[in-house]
Every structure is written in structure tokens, then in C-alpha cells.
């Protein structure tokens, strides 16, 4: 079984524990389209706004795809679950034996058109709503980032400014245009990290 992993956001930059189940390095922008945006408080991520697929939205983006080494897909998926320090309940996959969980139309589309079995991603939900009780909107995830201090406000800046260009969702293209976050510039203290 050939199981490919779909990322979009920090996993791209940061395997972390999943680095000894992946081979080969990440190919941009060769994954399914998904409906991908900043709308998640992490608090594995100091409170910033992280990247999660958020089907509330009507905007598709691209993501990157590597290879599992696991020939299993409930392995693979135990993989992904760890490294997202998740439940497998949150770990969304299709297979061509018609074996999914937390489907996405476009995943099926793109594994049809695929020389790969399965596909799988983190499904985490959008919280924003939950979190700040505020729907999300770009005016209100700006004003967000803006309560945001110190280390809070650094891995803000990082998470969005390391994610791939690829990933070009509303939001980030909105903040590109801020003035407030176009000041930010913590470079030096992440690479100082």
C-alpha cells in the first residue's frame, strides 16, 4: 500500500516524531485542494492562530504531499495522530477501497487521479468561534493577534510567516496587507530559538 501524508502547515517545517515513518522530501503543492485557514487557537502553539481544514469556508488552497514508509493505513494514521498529538478520531483519510474517515471530496477526487492507495491528513476543526466567541473573519483574527503578547505573539508571527508559500489562504493574504502585522518582524528571535 502506497499512502501518501497531505501537510499544509507546520508539519511541513517541523516532522517532528513523524520523521522516521516519512521518506523522501515534501512536494509542493502536488496534494488535494482543501479548504485550509488560519481559524484554530493552538494552545500547543502558545494560543497563535494555526492552520486546521475549515469546511465552514469556501476557498480551496494547496497543500504538499510526502510518503508514509507504513504499508498499513491504520499505522500511518496512529503516525500522524502522534505527531499532531491528537485522537485518531481527528485524523482524516480516504483509501481506493472506499475506506474513509472525515472525507473530503477533493481528497477523493485527487487519490483517483493519484498512483497512490490512501491519503491522509489532520482534521482537526476550526475553533476560533469556541475560543474567542467571535465567528472567525479576517477583522476578527486580526483583532485576535493583536491581544497577543510576547512568546504568544512570536509564534503567531512564526507560524504564519514559516508556512508555505503555497498555502495562500484569505487570511494570510489579508495580514500581507496590514500594516500592524507587516511591522512585526521577529525574525532574529526565531532563529535565535
Known amino acids: 500500500m502506497r499512502i501518501a501524508i497531505v501537510g499544509y502547515g507546520s508539519l511541513i517545517w517541523d516532522l517532528e516524531n513523524l520523521s522516521p515513518y516519512v521518506s523522501g522530501d515534501w512536494r509542493l503543492a502536488h496534494g488535494p485542494q482543501m479548504p485550509v485557514e488560519f481559524s484554530r487557537v493552538s494552545p500547543k502553539r502558545k494560543e497563535a492562530l494555526v492552520l486546521v481544514i475549515d469546511e465552514d469556508l469556501d476557498h480551496q488552497c494547496d497543500t504538499c504531499i510526502i510518503d508514509s514508509t507504513r504499508k498499513d493505513l491504520s499505522q ?21 477501497t472506499g475506506d474513509a474517515h472525515r472525507p473530503l471530496d477533493s481528497a477523493h477526487k485527487w487519490l483517483g487521479q493519484s498512483d497512490y492507495d490512501a491519503v ?21 483574527g486580526l483583532a485576535y493577534l493583536k491581544t497577543l503578547k510576547d512568546e504568544a505573539l512570536v509564534e503567531a508571527w512564526r507560524y504564519v510567516e514559516f508556512a508555505p508559500e503555497i498555502t495562500d489562504t484569505p487570511f494570510r493574504r489579508f495580514l500581507r496587507n496590514d500594516r500592524f502585522w507587516q511591522a512585526l518582524d521577529f525574525g532574529h528571535q526565531v532563529e535565535d530559538k
Open 120 to 140: 491522509l491528513w489532520t482534521a482537526l476543526p476550526g475553533n476560533f468561534h469556541e475560543q474567542v466567541n467571535q465567528p472567525f473573519s479576517h477583522e476578527n
Open 76 to 96: 500511518a494514521v496512529a503516525d500522524l495522530a502522534a505527531r499532531e498529538r491528537c485522537p485518531q478520531e481527528k485524523i482524516g483519510y480516504v483509501s481506493n
